[in-house]
């Protein structure tokens, strides 16, 4: 796999979002929040069900759909939910609140609490192992391929047995003095593990051995003060079969070809979430909160939503002939993606802040105060 070196760039610098350092920061949003823009709605946004599965005490729990339910978790409980009809199936407790989570790879699930424990449960909701971490953890674990992957502040990627709980391995990466305190994910590729970094890289490891199969630049830091310099790689990697992407802090949204690492394109943007993509498009969040659209095929901008400004736009998901995001108002917003033009919308309890979960043609959103819902585009 090629490693990528992209040229840095110049980012317009607009704080607001919380760091993390020696010790934690908080920065106060210095703009208002644009109000809700009037839209003519052209579809119906339906919520076909929702439940609650208690607070998200970090604000960064994300729901997982697996081919048989859907996983989410809450306060300190992890819970199994009916796909078709939201009702719980069953719930686990864990020791202390969940600060990272779901990952699940259907059979089994892991979370991390504030106690700095990874916990691993099978489908029945059985406690199968737990282990202590180096440090407090917020990024969800990644389950699969016979392993448990987690990342712990610290920067420490460990890689776990998934049926005994033994630690195979471990990669330690470097933190800068300051970073960013927004979601993360880890992903599947091909290459293995994609794993984003506070410097503005993008590893892949090798599942079975932490092995680095390649590391990406996908921003480059520049500036005097350790704020100018932030460059976090944020949100979750794209992955599908033709193409990798993502995004960084006051840097880039990259994407490379998926099997062999070669750079497609690169375009500048202060990104605080993932990249998104379907068939024509890679969608993407700034740090304002414009919505940019992107040509999958050479990154040329192909339209841009300034009309939501500050108001905490979440990843972009295709839910039906739309796409969706969350507010931290709770409104689900449905935009039109080939023009960008907002054209639906329905609303949940609390704010949204990490991405939903595909399900069918919906998808299923969980805010910060315990709601899962399961949105689609139309009807009855």
Known sequence: ??????????????????????????????????DYPDFSEKMEARVVWRTN????????????????AVYAAGESRVVRLDR????????????????????????????????????VFDAEGKLVWEAKLSSDIEVPPLVGAGRVIVKTSDTRITGFDLITGQRLWHYQGQAPALTLRDFSQMAWSPAGVLIGQANG????????????????????AKGITEVERLIDVVGRPWVDQELMCAAAFQGNVVCMHT???RLVWNAPVSAVT??????????????????????????????????????????????????????????????????????????????????????????VFQTVEGDVAYVVEGGE
């Open 1 to 34: 796999m090629a490693i990528q070196k992209l040229l840095p760039i110049a980012a317009a610098l607009a704080l607001a979002l919380p760091l993390t350092g020696c010790g934690i920061f908080s920065s106060s949003d210095p703009h208002e929040p644009h």
């Open 53 to 68: 599965v208690g607070d998200a005490v970090a604000a960064n729990l994300a729901p997982a759909v697996t081919d048989t």
């Open 84 to 119: 078709q009809t939201g009702n719980e199936v069953w719930r686990a407790e864990t020791d202390g609140e969940v600060t990272a989570g779901v990952g699940t790879d259907g059979s089994h699930v892991a979370v991390g609490t504030d106690k700095g424990k990874v916990q």
């Open 201 to 220: 890289r993008l590893l892949a490891l090798n599942p079975n051995d932490g092995r680095v199969v390649f590391d990406a630049v996908i921003g480059q």
């Open 259 to 261: 099997q062999n690492g």
């Open 274 to 363: 993932g990249p998104v993509a379907d068939g024509r498009l890679v969608y993407e969040v700034d740090d304002a909160g414009r919505l940019h659209a992107y040509n999958r095929q050479n990154g040329r901008e192909a339209w841009v939503n300034d009309r939501f400004l500050y108001r905490g736009a979440s990843a972009p998901i295709r839910v039906g002939a739309a796409l969706a995001f969350g507010d931290y108002e709770g409104n689900i917003t449905f935009l039109d993606p080939a023009t960008g033009e907002a054209v639906g919308r329905t609303r949940l309890s609390g704010a949204v802040t990490t991405p939903a979960a595909q399900y069918g043609y919906g998808a």
